[in-house]
């Protein structure tokens, strides 16, 4: 298995030359503005992209990948990493938490090749395997952000009424005499 995993390698390494040509969107983006970048890709990614399989986008077939219980645990965390450095070149971040170990990211990277997405050319696209359900957490033990979400939120609604708002709403309403002034200039005498 091992001289297996070694030619993957080497296929993985030469699929970071199967970058497409960019969209011709992209034609007159200055590539230094980051917020340029952002508003593009999501242009891209949302309104011109067409979803297709990953292992178009990569050109690396999932049957390619082997199943996690016939490699080593150092093998899954080798293919892991390789396999995210892979699909950040295609613009693909994955989301996982950060103290997750490699060798237990190699499934879920596995059957990320199931998915259709779109192809990107510049940008990245933030892959999230969590549902922000505590109770079904596909990190459990390794995450937080559960916790903190559910905290934050408790913050919030403890908090909602004693925010004192340096805002008065009847200031920001016209006076009766300037409401009036406006509906004769505007809607009687425009």
């Known amino acids: ?35 340029e970048l952002e508003d593009i890709s999501y242009v891209e990614e949302y309104f011109y992209g067409k979803q297709i399989k990953i292992s178009d986008i990569t050109g690396i077939e999932r049957k390619l990948l082997p199943v996690p219980k016939k490699l080593t645990i150092e093998q899954r965390a080798l293919l892991a990493v390789e396999l995210e450095k892979l699909l950040q070149v295609f613009h693909f971040y994955l989301d996982f938490p950060e103290n997750y170990p490699d060798d237990l990211r190699y499934q879920f990277i596995r059957d990320f090749w199931k998915e259709k997405r779109v192809a990107l050319s510049f940008g990245e696209s933030h892959i999230e395997f969590c549902d922000y359900d505590e109770t079904h957490c596909p990190f459990d033990g390794y995450c937080t952000t559960c916790k903190e979400i559910q905290a934050d939120m408790e913050h919030d609604n403890r908090n909602i009424d004693n925010h004192e708002f340096d805002i008065d709403v009847k200031d920001l309403l016209p006076s009766p005499d300037e409401a009036e002034q406006w509906f004769m200039n505007n809607v009687l005498n425009p």
């Open 1 to 35: 298995m091992q001289s297996y995993i070694e030619q993957l390698i080497e296929d993985l390494h030469r699929a970071t030359w199967n970058i497409k040509k960019p969209h011709e969107i992209w034609e007159d983006v200055d590539l230094h503005n980051e917020v």
